[in-house]
């Protein structure tokens, strides 16, 4: 992204070294993306564990033991390289030095940044505390974060029909300068490598990184 920018906008190696900048920007943010494509599939696997949990609490598991077998139907549904697989061995070596399961659960819940795992560390650290119905905490959980992944799944559904269209327009300005440059060798010529075309294509890049930033930020927020 740096070496497009640095090309379209001012054709000179010199100018790739700001255009890091704003290469590591665009890194950032797909970074950021890629975030949160994990902790949307991090939840869909986290909820399949409590209901193998609930599965093995009423087959007679005590809730340790739930746990474990849990990570080793985990592994088979989902590989030993799936997210939750790989929460659910830090898990189980937590346990190994005797941290209670509610404190790892409360670890995994910060460290993920899902409200819906932070909440069920709290209500099932206080079930366990008053003796409250693992199992049946389990599967209202499951249920209730099945509800949540469906309603964020519909508004993703909705929203990825402007992701497209952002994706189109943030190309769109490249492509026409491809398609002319290709069309009309030369053309840009003058706009390049003097004072006045560099004022002028740097209040292009300005404009057109603003418009990125704020296509983006309205994208985000909506999601």
Not at 60 to 65: K, L, R
Not at 73 to 82: A, I, N
Not at 176 to 192: A, R, S
């Amino acid at each position: 992204m740096s070496a497009l920018l640095a090309f379209f906008f001012y054709r000179s190696y010199w100018a790739l070294i700001p255009m890091l900048g704003v290469g590591f920007g665009f890194l950032k943010q797909e970074m950021h993306r890629s975030m949160g494509h994990d902790r949307d599939l991090l939840l869909l696997q986290f909820r399949e564990c409590i209901l193998a949990m609930s599965a093995a609490l009423k087959a007679g598991y005590s809730i340790e033991n739930a746990m474990l077998q849990s990570a080793a139907d985990m592994k088979k549904l989902f590989g030993e390289k799936g997210l939750i697989c790989q929460e659910l061995d830090q898990i189980r070596r937590g346990m190994d030095i005797h941290i209670p399961l509610e404190d790892l659960l409360e670890d995994l819940g910060r460290r993920s940044g899902l409200e819906d795992i932070s909440q069920f560390a709290q209500i099932f650290r206080i079930a366990r505390k008053n003796g409250g119905n693992l199992s049946q905490i389990l599967q209202s959980t499951g249920e209730q974060i099945s509800s949540n992944i469906e309603a964020r799944s519909e508004a993703m559904s909705i929203l990825s029909g402007r992701h497209m269209e952002q994706r189109i327009m943030e190309w769109m300005p490249i492509c026409i300068l491809l398609y002319v440059e290709w069309t009309t060798p030369g053309y840009f010529q003058d706009l390049y490598h003097n004072a006045t075309g560099i004022l002028l294509m740097t209040g292009c890049l300005i404009v057109y990184l603003v418009a990125v930033f704020i296509g983006e930020r309205l994208l985000n927020t909506n999601a």
